[in-house]
């Protein structure tokens, strides 16, 4: 681990990755590797948690593939040096912003979607100009095991090397120092990585969950509504660190909305039997989940199979917030419904809670959207939708408060994993001599005005 480290530290020391087309000569490797050996990647996620080909490919390699394009296609413009204007004090100068990458990066992945949460913030490190060691999580280890061969085999290990491992693991490199680290995971192993960081004082970006509401306001179109939520909900069994957490709903509208949730379920083809239905990824979550499933509170599912470590989707009525379901994230297939009496009251009780990754309302009323995304403090989310905004490169994506800090996505990755010089440059044919000595009350008086035009 440590002649790794200290060969990323000389190949970056070495200035190779400040080359643009070095950058986006391995962004390109990295592409062709995936796309060349998709099957054993297919295979290797399946035989992990019994994730399909299918959503493999949607909520993972295509995302992959299309910020490796858009990274190439932009990096000569995020890399250029950005003008910014100059204050009238320093006239005559000329100022800008110049990125520069922040040099030997640990990245820490996640399991419920390895590859995506893996290999995007890696993409965000070469793009800027890093050096990567990357640590997988030992909970997919079919999957961590193929990104390491893949990478390992084909990369210059002193550029981009994956280091298998445990928490053992992490806690070793974490000893070392890093110039960023970048961690995706829970909230209480985040809090590890910062202290950790602070040692060597390195900058983190820290990826992290939380408990993601979704509002369903009586004017609503109940059936679309309903269709996106049971997607979002229940797409990687509930794995996924922007679903739906919970749901507030109008009480006027709940038993429509119970009875159109059942049919939704039951449309989809989320069942223990079908085999592409994703599994709990281990017993541990399993028996955690299992001991968060109050079977009276149980409106439609709950069926549960130990040894395929498989719970069918689950929807859960007359929840309240001082239920064991509410105190932590659930990130498993079960759905707490909490009917309201009032969007002003409902948003009031969801704000008592750490501050989530998400949110989303569903409401055809501007003032109902308005109100939940001002009454509530949350990394990103949707109107009407649940989850997709992921999947728009464009918007940066990340946490706040509890569910972490930084943002990532296309350019606020490279932004990330860039430290912003501020240069400016002043000619010397002319100079206001209000600084230097004697200083006089005229002078003063300048400086003040100065500083305020
Ligand atoms: P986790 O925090 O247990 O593990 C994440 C990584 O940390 C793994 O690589 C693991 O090896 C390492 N790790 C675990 N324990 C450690 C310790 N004591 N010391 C040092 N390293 C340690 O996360 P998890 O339970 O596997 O993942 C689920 C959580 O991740 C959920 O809270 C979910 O919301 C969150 N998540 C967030 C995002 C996001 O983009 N914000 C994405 C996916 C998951």
Known sequence: MKDCIEAQRSFFDSGETLDLNFRRTQLKLLEELLRENEEQLFDAIYSDFQKSEFETTVTELELIYREIREAVRKLDRWARPQRAATNLLN????????PEPLGVSLIIGTWNYPYQLCLLPAVA????GCTVVLKPSELAPTSSAIMAKLINENFHPGYFWVEEGDAA???????HKFDKIFFTGSTEVGKIIYKAAAEHLTPVTLELGGKSPAFVTANCDLGMSVKRLIYAKFINAGQTCIAPDYVMVDKQIEQQFLQRCKEEIQKAEYSISNHNYVQIVNHRHFDRLLALLNEEKVYYG???????????PTILR????SDAIMQEEIFGPLLPVIPYDGLDLALKQAAQLPKPLSCYVFSKRKAEQRKV???????GGCINEALMHVTNPHLPFGGVGASGFGRYHLKAGFLTFSNLKGVMKKPSWFE???KYHPLTTVKLWWIRLLYRV
């Not at 006239?91 to 110049?98: A, C, I, L, R, T």
């Not at 709950?302 to 069918?312: F, L, M, Q, V, Y």
């Open 169 to 175: 693991t992490t806690r070793e490199l974490l000893k």
């Open 432 to 434: 206001l001599n209000l």
């Open 373 to 379: 995304l001002n009454a509530l403090s949350f990394g």
């Open 91 to 98: 006239f005559p100068s000329y100022s800008f912003v110049m």
């Open 302 to 312: 709950g069926e549960t199979h130990r040894d395929a470590r498989t719970i069918s």
């Open 125 to 128: 490190a070469m793009a800027a």
């Open 318 to 321: 007359n929840v309240d917030f």
